[in-house]
């Protein structure tokens, strides 16, 4: 498994925009699909991104896409979700993921951060 680090939420004026950071541990960083997972209180957790580990496969929930972009940044055993436009409803704990394959279901994947909360203001 890989060990996985969120940063990069915060609080942004609806509108806005936000980069979110996951770094991963383990030299086998490379040969994993990622993928960024959100949860608002109360609601079961979402998926929004993920990338296949070439970069040239990704998937967006249809909530985000247009406004989210999802990045392997290799050398940095890191991925990025950058979010634009972020409205009110993209108000939650952000979690990076790692797995086999690209998919949007959780059970996909084997290994979980802590998460971030990103948080949006109308």
């Known amino acids: 498994q890989v060990q996985l680090d969120e940063s990069g939420g915060g609080l942004v004026q609806a509108g806005g925009s936000l980069r979110l950071y996951c770094a991963a541990s383990g030299r086998t960083f490379s040969r994993y699909v990622m993928g960024w997972f959100r949860q608002a209180p109360g609601k079961e957790r979402e998926f929004v991104a993920a990338?296949?580990?070439?970069?040239?496969?990704?998937q967006y929930g249809a909530s985000v896409k247009g406004r989210f972009t999802i990045s392997r940044v290799d050398a940095k055993n890191a991925v990025e979700l950058q979010m634009n436009s972020l409205k009110p409803e993209d108000t939650a704990v952000y979690y990076c993921a790692a797995g086999a394959t690209v998919s949007i279901h959780r059970n996909a994947y084997t290994s979980w951060g802590q998460g971030t909360q990103v948080t949006v203001s109308s």
């Open positions: 990338i296949n580990w070439s970069g040239g496969i990704t």
